[in-house]
């Protein structure tokens, strides 16, 4: 089976052909959708066969359906479940309230 030639943007040669073969797609499963690809985060990632280096780039939802289409090597990123549980509200902890809590700590302890 023949792979598709793809056109790529290289950061230092501009405009190159590529094999899909050798473009490595990564896709963001979620867990909200019984771990399916999400179409909001992925990324490719390729070396350039003008320069050999290896760049990655996102890929929106578009240029990743594209690039599955084309066979390109695929891979499923499990994301951790902190980086997708929500944030919660307030504002960020300060280390003055690491210092207070140490304080109210000691102060149950002592
Ligand atoms: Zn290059």
Redesign the pocket.
């Known amino acids: 089976m023949t792979s598709e030639i793809i056109e790529v943007r290289?950061p230092?040669?501009g405009r190159?052909e590529i094999e899909a073969q050798e473009i490595r797609l990564c896709v963001e499963m979620s867990k909200r959708a019984g771990w399916q690809p999400t179409s909001t985060r992925a990324f490719y990632g390729l070396a350039?066969p003008?320069?050999d280096?290896y760049f990655t780039r996102e890929a929106d939802a578009f240029t990743a359906e594209l690039l599955m289409r084309a066979h390109v090597w695929i891979f499923s990123w499990y994301p951790s479940a902190e980086f997708v549980e929500p944030r919660p509200e307030g504002p960020p902890l300060r280390l003055d309230d690491l210092i207070d809590l140490h304080f109210e700590l000691e102060g149950m302890f002592a």
């Open positions: 290289c230092n040669c190159v350039c003008e320069c280096e």
